[in-house]
């Protein structure tokens, strides 16, 4: 396998699992050192188990991103150890209730807005110095086209996402000078848990595997991509204003 990712140091949130462990793995197998975020202990090992088995290097950080103390404390750790930072995936993510707008209860809204939305600005604020330090620093997040659509009933996964894309574009903006590129992707339906348990009458085999999709997300953290804001849309493999 090309190791095209050699030195890199990427840190991925919700690496427990789908995507982002699929990300986590296929980055440490193409040469960079993982930092993995997640909650669950279990599947941060099953990952790390992986890693090592295909030669690759990891560091397992067990950490619930509404820890927003601890996201201060891990910039300052990999400061320490790495004096940089070169790859941001912001892939952690809470689907939340599917409801009408007036029936979600208070502390519902605050969960899905605490992890979608001010764990990312803390890791931006964390991590911002580090990616600076990067000859190439590259930062990518998840999104949905439900910031776009506003589908009745899914008004936390519009209101969280569209709230993500607004800090990515903004973080974009404000880093045009440096070498850093801040961009979000949609990768569309997944055969995941989190769409199983937003659609259940679907047909799992019917859908891409995270795998698959992670193989288009390595793609658009590397060095010599040059385009910054925008938005890629996986199923139409087009970039996008956001």
């Known amino acids: 396998m090309e190791k095209d990712f ?46 090592k088995s295909a030669g690759g290097q990891s560091t397992l950080v067990p950490v619930d991103l509404t820890d927003l103390d601890a996201l201060d404390r891990l910039g300052a750790a990999i400061y320490e150890r790495w004096k940089k930072l070169d790859i941001l995936v912001g892939n952690a993510g809470m689907l939340g209730v599917l409801s009408p707008l007036g029936h979600i209860g208070p502390k519902d809204f605050e969960k899905v807005m605490a992890v979608n939305v001010t764990a990312n600005w803390r890791l931006i604020r964390s991590l911002d110095p580090l990616l600076r330090q990067s000859d190439a620093g590259r930062a990518l997040f998840l999104t949905s086209v439900q910031a776009q659509t506003c589908t009745a009933f899914w008004g936390l996964q519009s209101t969280s996402k569209a709230a993500v894309e607004a800090m990515a574009k903004t973080w974009a903006n404000e880093s045009r000078q440096t070498a ?31 795998e698959v999709v992670a193989q288009d997300l390595l793609m658009l953290l590397k060095p010599d991509v040059l385009e910054t804001g925008l938005l890629f849309d996986r199923v139409s493999r087009e970039w996008v204003q956001p």
């Open 6 to 51: 050699e030195g890199r140091i990427a840190l991925v949130t919700g690496a427990s699992r789908g995507i982002g462990y699929q990300v986590a793995k296929q980055l440490a197998a193409r040469g960079a050192h993982v930092i993995a975020l997640a909650r669950t202990v279990g599947g941060l090992e099953d990952l790390d188990d992986e890693i």
């Open 180 to 210: 850093m590129k801040i961009n979000l992707v949609d990768p569309g339906p997944t055969r995941t848990g989190l769409r199983a348990k937003a659609m259940p009458g679907e047909i799992p085999e019917n859908l891409p595997t995270p």
